[in-house]
C-alpha cells in the first residue's frame, strides 16, 4: 500500500546507517605531541621504591607521560622530544618499545658551579618550623662533613658550592595534595616579596615539614635545577637529589645466582635498587660516588672513557682513584681510573664480568655495561669487618 512507503525507506536508511559506521565514529589514531621534557626523580629509601615522573610541556599544554617500562635513550630534563601514545585524561600514555618517542633536540649540559638556594617552606595547613635555619645550612654548607665539603672532595676540589639558606616562608597551599612541582616557585615568588634577588641562583632545594601525602622522601630534577625533601634534611638524602640534578643515576645492586648458588654474576639476577652500599647513590650514608659517576657529572674528561667496539677480553686498568672514606679530607690520594663503556656488540668479551643482554624476566638490559676500575690500595677505605665485602 503507497501510504506504507515512506515507512520502508526511513527503515532502510536507518539499517544502512547501522551497518556503515560514519568515518566520525572511527577509532582515534595515536596522538603526537613535541615539547620539552621534564624528569622527576623521587625515592622512597625506606621501602626501597623509585619513581620516575615524566612530563612535557607543549606550546599549550603540560601532559604527564607514561611509558611501559623504560622510556627512550636521551628523555632527561631538558630535551625537545617527540612522543607517540594515546590521550587518557591529563596523562599521554606512550606506545610500547621504540615507537614510544625520539630527541629531537638533547638536553643542554648541566655542568659548572653551582649556587645553591635553600628554603624552609611550610604551608597554610601546616605552619610548623620543625627544625631551624641554622640546622639546615649546616647541613648543607657549615659542618665539616656539609654537602658543600662532599662535593668538594669528590670532585678533587672542580666543584665548590656556594648559596644560602632562607628562613621559612609560608607558601599559599596546602600539602594535602603533593604538589611539590608547584611549591618551588610559590617559594621563590614569595622569598622576591620579601625583597630577595634569586636570579643568580642555579639550583633550588626546598625543605619542608614531613608529610605522608608525599610518598618520597626526596626527589630532584634529572638533570636540572630543583630537589625537595620531604621533612628534616641528611647528608645523604640531600646528596643523593643533588647529585640527580647532576645527571646521576642510582647505584643499583645484583644479586645473582646460579644452579641455586649465589654467584658474583649469571644470567639469572635480580635488582635492589639502592643496593650498592659503597656510594650515596646507593644505599650508603657517606661514601663517595663511583668513576661513573664522576664522568657524568663532569669531574673527569672524557678521555678516562674508554668505549670497546671489537670482541676481547679487558681488565681495567685504574688510573685515578683514591680512599672513599665520608670525608677523608685534601689528602686523599690521586690515582688513575679507567671508565670503560661497553656496547651490546662487544658484552660476551667480559662474560665474566658483565651479564648479557637479558635476564630471566625476559626484558632486555641497557644498552651497554660499565666497568669501574679502582687501585689495589684503595681497599683500606672499606672497614675490614664491613659485611658488603669479602
Given at each position: 500500500?503507497?501510504?506504507?512507503?515512506?515507512?520502508?525507506?526511513?527503515?532502510?536508511?536507518?539499517?544502512?546507517?547501522?551497518?556503515?559506521?560514519m568515518?566520525?565514529?572511527?577509532?582515534?589514531?595515536?596522538?603526537?605531541?613535541?615539547?620539552?621534557?621534564?624528569?622527576?626523580?623521587?625515592?622512597?629509601?625506606?621501602?626501597?621504591?623509585?619513581?620516575?615522573?615524566?612530563?612535557?610541556?607543549?606550546?599549550?599544554?603540560?601532559?604527564?607521560?607514561?611509558?611501559?617500562?623504560?622510556?627512550p635513550?636521551?628523555?632527561?630534563?631538558?630535551?625537545?622530544?617527540?612522543?607517540?601514545?594515546?590521550?587518557?585524561?591529563?596523562?599521554?600514555?606512550a606506545?610500547?618499545?621504540?615507537?614510544?618517542?625520539?630527541?629531537l633536540?638533547?638536553?643542554?649540559g648541566?655542568?659548572?658551579?653551582?649556587?645553591?638556594?635553600?628554603?624552609?617552606?611550610?604551608?597554610?595547613?601546616?605552619?610548623?618550623?620543625?627544625f631551624?635555619?641554622?640546622?639546615?645550612?649546616?647541613?648543607?654548607?657549615?659542618?665539616?662533613?656539609?654537602?658543600?665539603?662532599?662535593?668538594?672532595?669528590?670532585?678533587?676540589?672542580?666543584?665548590?658550592?656556594?648559596?644560602?639558606?632562607?628562613?621559612?616562608?609560608?607558601?599559599?597551599?596546602?600539602?594535602?595534595?603533593?604538589?611539590?612541582r608547584?611549591?618551588?616557585?610559590a617559594?621563590r615568588?614569595?622569598?622576591?616579596?620579601?625583597?630577595?634577588?634569586?636570579?643568580?641562583?642555579?639550583?633550588?632545594?626546598?625543605?619542608?615539614?614531613?608529610?605522608?601525602?608525599c610518598?618520597?622522601?626526596?626527589?630532584?630534577?634529572?638533570?636540572g635545577?630543583?630537589?625537595?625533601?620531604n621533612?628534616?634534611?641528611t647528608?645523604?638524602?640531600?646528596?643523593?637529589?643533588?647529585?640527580?640534578?647532576?645527571?646521576?643515576?642510582?647505584?643499583?645492586?645484583?644479586?645473582?645466582?646460579?644452579?641455586?648458588?649465589?654467584?658474583?654474576?649469571?644470567?639469572?639476577?635480580?635488582?635492589?635498587?639502592?643496593?650498592?652500599?659503597?656510594?650515596?647513590?646507593?644505599?650508603?650514608?657517606?661514601?663517595?660516588?663511583?668513576?661513573?659517576?664522576?664522568?657524568q657529572?663532569?669531574?673527569?674528561?672524557?678521555?678516562?672513557?674508554?668505549?670497546?667496539?671489537?670482541?676481547r677480553?679487558?681488565?681495567?686498568?685504574?688510573?685515578?682513584?683514591?680512599?672513599?672514606?665520608?670525608?677523608?679530607?685534601?689528602a686523599?690520594?690521586?690515582?688513575?681510573?679507567?671508565?670503560?663503556?661497553?656496547?651490546?656488540?662487544?658484552?660476551?668479551?667480559?662474560?665474566?664480568?658483565?651479564?648479557?643482554?637479558?635476564g630471566?624476566?625476559?626484558?632486555?638490559?641497557?644498552?651497554?655495561?660499565?666497568?669501574?676500575?679502582?687501585?689495589?690500595?684503595?681497599?683500606?677505605?672499606?672497614?675490614?669487618?664491613?659485611?658488603?665485602?669479602?
Amino acid at each position: 500500500m503507497p501510504i506504507r512507503r515512506p515507512a520502508l525507506t526511513f527503515a532502510a536508511i536507518l539499517l544502512l546507517l547501522i551497518a556503515v559506521p560514519m568515518p566520525a565514529f572511527a577509532a582515534a589514531g595515536p596522538t603526537h605531541l613535541e615539547g620539552t621534557l621534564e624528569l622527576l626523580h623521587g625515592e622512597n629509601f625506606e621501602s626501597g621504591e623509585a619513581t620516575f615522573e615524566y612530563r612535557l610541556q607543549t606550546a599549550r599544554e603540560n601532559v604527564r607521560l607514561k611509558f611501559d617500562g623504560d622510556a627512550p635513550a636521551g628523555f632527561v630534563t631538558g630535551a625537545k622530544v617527540r612522543v607517540h601514545g594515546k590521550k587518557d585524561g591529563p596523562t599521554l600514555v606512550a606506545l610500547d618499545g621504540e615507537n614510544a618517542g625520539e630527541v629531537l633536540v638533547s638536553a643542554p649540559g648541566w655542568s659548572g658551579q653551582r649556587k645553591i638556594a635553600v628554603i624552609l617552606v611550610n604551608f597554610t595547613n601546616d605552619r610548623s618550623t620543625p627544625f631551624s635555619r641554622s640546622f639546615a645550612d649546616a647541613i648543607v654548607f657549615g659542618n665539616a662533613n656539609s654537602v658543600r665539603a662532599y662535593f668538594e672532595e669528590e670532585s678533587y676540589g672542580a666543584m665548590r658550592l656556594t648559596g644560602r639558606t632562607f628562613d621559612w616562608v609560608t607558601i599559599p597551599y596546602s600539602n594535602t595534595a603533593c604538589d611539590n612541582r608547584a611549591w618551588e616557585p610559590a617559594a621563590r615568588t614569595a622569598l622576591a616579596e620579601r625583597g630577595e634577588d634569586l636570579s643568580t641562583f642555579t639550583n633550588f632545594m626546598l625543605l619542608f615539614p614531613q608529610t605522608s601525602n608525599c610518598y618520597w622522601r626526596g626527589m630532584g630534577h634529572l638533570p636540572g635545577w630543583t630537589t625537595w625533601i620531604n621533612g628534616a634534611p641528611t647528608l645523604r638524602t640531600a646528596v643523593h637529589e643533588l647529585g640527580h640534578n647532576f645527571g646521576v643515576h642510582h647505584a643499583t645492586a645484583l644479586r645473582c645466582t646460579k644452579l641455586g648458588e649465589r654467584v658474583k654474576l649469571s644470567k639469572d639476577c635480580t635488582a635492589t635498587e639502592y643496593g650498592d652500599p659503597f656510594t650515596t647513590m646507593g644505599e650508603a650514608a657517606a661514601r663517595h660516588g663511583h668513576n661513573l659517576s664522576l664522568l657524568q657529572m663532569g669531574y673527569l674528561p672524557a678521555s678516562a672513557a674508554r668505549t670497546i667496539v671489537t670482541s676481547r677480553h679487558v681488565r681495567p686498568a685504574p688510573r685515578l682513584c683514591h680512599e672513599r672514606h665520608a670525608h677523608p679530607g685534601p689528602a686523599a690520594r690521586r690515582r688513575d681510573v679507567d671508565v670503560s663503556r661497553v656496547p651490546p656488540t662487544a658484552r660476551h668479551a667480559l662474560r665474566q664480568l658483565l651479564l648479557d643482554g637479558s635476564g630471566s624476566d625476559g626484558r632486555d638490559r641497557p644498552a651497554g655495561r660499565h666497568v669501574d676500575g679502582d687501585h689495589p690500595d684503595a681497599a683500606p677505605r672499606h672497614a675490614a669487618l664491613d659485611q658488603h665485602v669479602r
